[in-house]
């Protein structure tokens, strides 16, 4: 389902807020609460930090719902919001534990060819019973990415908002987040290729 | 073309944004390089993957997180139009006692000089203040709360004082 259309009930949620009508903001945290949750979890990797943030997030929603200008959609407003509190919560934090995405990039050599064969796995991507361990390893990868390009691909890729949405979200030019996201893919095909390879080696 | 570039033109190849002469040239090499083409062909599918398995990469909020979340938060919003009501009858009384001071300034004489001269062009123009002021004057009553419209202009009056300039003489 597009983006567009999971979000179509937003208008009159706005303008109940707005009035603070009964029941508001329980249909806000119905709709949105999952998803804001989700995110928070994919860049924060905590599941307390999450909470606190999602109750940040929806806080700042209720308190500024009147300042909202209809410009960019609710839920891209929402999710700047939630990009903005969970970056503001990791800033400080001590970064370790992600991985080095050059050292997922392809190498090529001096004439711009392949240096390594290019295994193709696309066969083994297809059996159905290995969807959900690939959904875990998935998530595995995407963890390990550093924020600057997990944030672009949770968007862009899960959350599957266009490139243009997720710019206006991050702040960012339409190029960068191109750019930041076809590094966070090059990372994950590499890193899916080498976890499937080890599969075939078992 | 080469591996190499064709890698790094691979999102704008896959999602259609490409000129076509580029296009041409890439669909040339993929076709002769069967590293490229491989290569081309996990990409894609790492994306589509991605996408499919969309619920299984969410994290699922747990319920008792949920509870806690909504019921932290449906309250704090019952209480917050409280506080916006809260803040604008604070602000309310603080006005009211400004004009009190003003109107009491105003009858001992001890307006600023900036404030009375714009106290006496107003009430050159607006004859139910200057009825008002004169009444307030010569009655020596107690000072109470000017009537609404009144209460308006001398709010007005005092808005228009350059900021930081206090309307009494110190």
Not at chain 1, 22 to 41: D, H, N, T, W
Request: charged share 30%.
């Amino acid at each position: 389902m597009p983006a567009t259309d999971r979000w179509k009930e937003d208008e009159g949620l706005l303008e109940r807020l707005r009035k603070g009508a009964p029941g508001a903001v329980e249909e806000l945290l119905r709709l949105y609460q999952g998803k804001i949750f989700s995110l928070a979890m994919s860049i924060l990797k905590n599941e307390s930090d999450a909470e606190e943030a999602t109750q940040d997030v929806f806080m700042t929603v209720i308190r500024k719902v009147n300042t909202f200008k209809g410009n960019s959609a609710f839920y891209s407003w929402i999710y700047r919001i939630c990009v903005n509190t969970c970056l503001m919560r990791l800033r400080g934090r001590r970064r370790g534990d992600t991985v080095a995405i050059e050292d997922f990039m392809p190498v090529f050599t001096e004439e711009g060819m392949h240096a390594s064969p290019v295994d193709d796995w696309s066969k083994e991507v297809e059996r159905k019973a290995l969807n959900e361990e690939l959904g875990k390893m998935i998530r595995k990868f995407t963890e390990e990415l550093s924020e600057k390009y997990r944030v672009v691909f949770v968007l862009s890729d899960i959350e599957g908002l266009s490139n243009e949405e997720t710019a206006k979200i991050l702040g960012m030019s339409v190029p960068a987040v191109k750019s930041r996201l076809h590094r966070a893919r090059l990372y994950l095909r590499e890193q899916l290729s080498r976890y499937l390879q080890e599969g075939k080696a078992d | 073309m080469n591996c190499k570039e064709l890698a790094y033109l691979l999102a704008d190849y896959l999602d259609g944004s490409m000129d076509p002469r580029i296009r041409a040239e890439l669909d040339e090499h993929i076709a002769r390089c069967k590293a490229c083409m491989i290569f081309a062909k996990t990409y894609r599918l790492t994306c589509r993957k991605a996408a499919e398995l969309r619920g299984d990469i969410h994290y699922e909020i747990p319920d008792e997180v949920q509870e806690r979340l909504t019921a932290f938060l449906v309250s704090a919003a019952r209480k917050f139009p409280g506080q916006m009501d809260d803040y604008r009858r604070q602000a309310e009384r603080e006005c009211e006692e400004k004009v009190l001071a003003f109107c009491r300034a105003a009858v001992e004489g001890k307006l600023s000089s900036m404030a009375a001269i714009m106290m006496d062009g107003h009430i050159a123009v607006c004859p139910k203040c200057r009825e008002y002021f004169v009444v307030l004057r010569s009655a020596h009553a107690d000072l109470c709360l000017p009537p609404r419209e009144i209460l308006e202009h001398v709010v007005r009056l005092l808005e228009s004082l350059p900021p930081g300039e206090e309307f009494f003489l110190v």
